[in-house]
């Protein structure tokens, strides 16, 4: 693994940690944020050591749970981590295990690797300019040191064969109007498909591995929502497009609430899949 890759990794898997210490309490106390989204103990604990973590390699963070920064000094980043320490808050609260942890890395405005952990379901992602894998770490990874994890990962290449049916993968939370408008109209193109809704990053992570053809967000989300998930999904030669520009998604944006996108997997065209644009 690539240095920083490996630092991403061991990052996301000590968030985890802390996510999971909280996820087995029986109560935990949940508040809302300004936005009304979800805000529990364990976004805070994960995000802390997570930005301890990526401080050591001086590279500025962006964190959903961190300080806010100015864009007038973030615009001179060359380069920064883009984290949400916990990705899909609604899942962990709902107790559905569809949670993940996201870390990116952001070159010149484009993510260049990310890593995204799924903690419940003991499944790891990354992606970067050696390529995109997955790792299904062992049920027991709570009680292995990260350096023996890492060190002992099961490296599987992404992306896999696409499924012969069309599948387009959708939010479980956040599902809109438009989303069940852009359904509709994939049905009369392609006939027959297959719907999957999954929660936080793993839709990405879906459309990486070559599990599901597409994903359009029909509806607002944040650069840590989906940096690292475009990341691992570039890296298996797949997009990450920007609705409005129909080019690739840019980060460390003036505006960090991201409009809606689409996503698509290696060997797919995009033209085809901008439906509602007609």
Excluded at 187 to 212: N, P, R, Y
Excluded at 239 to 249: A, F, P, S, V
Aim: net charge negative; hydrophobic share 40%.
């Amino acid at each position: 693994m690539l240095q920083l890759t490996e630092i991403a990794i061991s990052a996301a898997i000590e968030g985890a940690r802390e996510i999971m210490k909280v996820y087995v309490k029986d109560d935990f106390n949940v508040q809302l944020k300004s936005d009304e989204s979800p805000l529990t103990e364990a976004d805070l604990r994960s995000n802390a050591v997570i930005v301890a973590a990526l401080s050591k390699t001086d590279i500025p963070i962006l964190s959903e749970e961190g300080a806010e920064v100015l864009y007038e000094d973030r615009k001179h980043w060359k380069q920064l981590w883009i984290v949400d320490p916990l990705d899909g808050t609604k899942e962990f609260v709902k107790r559905n295990g569809e949670f993940t942890v996201n870390i990116a890395l952001a070159k010149n405005t484009y993510p260049v690797m990310g890593v995204i952990f799924a903690p419940y379901l003991n499944c790891l992602y990354w992606g970067d300019e050696s390529g995109a894998y997955k790792s299904q770490l062992s049920s027991d990874w709570m009680d292995i040191t990260t350096e023996r994890i890492i060190s002992g990962i099961d490296i599987i290449s992404m992306p896999n064969a696409l499924p012969d049916i069309k599948t387009m993968v959708a939010s479980k939370s956040h599902f809109t109007q438009e989303t069940g408008d852009y359904i509709e109209l994939l049905k009369e193109k392609e006939g027959e498909i297959e719907l999957v809704s999954k929660g936080s990053s793993l839709k990405m992570c879906l459309v990486a591995e070559g599990q599901a053809h597409l994903y359009p967000r029909l509806g607002p989300t944040m650069e840590w929502d989906t940096a690292a998930g475009q990341a691992i999904i570039e890296s298996t030669g797949g997009q990450l497009y920007d609705w409005n520009t129909k080019e690739r998604m840019r980060y460390n944006r003036s505006e960090l609430r991201n409009g809606w996108f689409l996503c698509v997997a290696n060997d797919v065209n995009p033209h085809e899949y901008w439906l509602l644009d007609d």
